[in-house]
């Protein structure tokens, strides 16, 4: 499976961005999909997950309430709403997809595809 992340940007504190992460060369509704960030010398961080029928999700708390992850099978892409943007989440941001044994994942280990990144700048 290929990941292609877009919609990164520089946007301001508050505002909202909307990430995609079109995949291609497998049956993408057969895999989990997952959202993960790194920042400048940071390690990559767990942003946000869904299950394979997108009907079960999971954030990490840093962004619970403000981010929404969805997922469009028919169109085999992925989506993360991004809304009240702080300066703290910026980051690279990374899609992946995976078959973790549970119906989604927050481990980076469990996901076997990853998109190159999109970078989402977010100034003060």
């Known amino acids: 499976v290929l990941l292609q992340a877009s919609g990164g940007g520089l946007v301001q504190a508050g505002d909202s961005l909307r990430l995609s992460c079109a995949a291609s060369g497998g049956t993408f509704s057969g895999y989990v999909m997952g959202w993960f960030r790194q920042a400048p010398g940071k390690e990559r961080e767990f942003v946000a997950t869904i299950a394979r029928s997108a009907g079960i999700t999971y954030y990490a708390d840093s962004v619970k309430g403000r981010f929404t992850i969805s997922r469009d099978n028919a169109k085999n892409t992925g989506y993360l709403q991004m809304n009240s943007l702080k300066p703290e989440d910026t980051a690279v941001y990374y899609c992946?997809?995976?078959?973790?044994?549970?119906?989604?994942?927050?481990?980076?280990?469990?996901?076997?595809?990853w998109g190159q990144g999109t970078l989402v700048t977010v100034s003060s």
């Open positions: 992946a997809a995976g078959r973790p044994v549970g119906v989604n994942s927050a481990r980076s280990g469990d996901y076997n595809y």
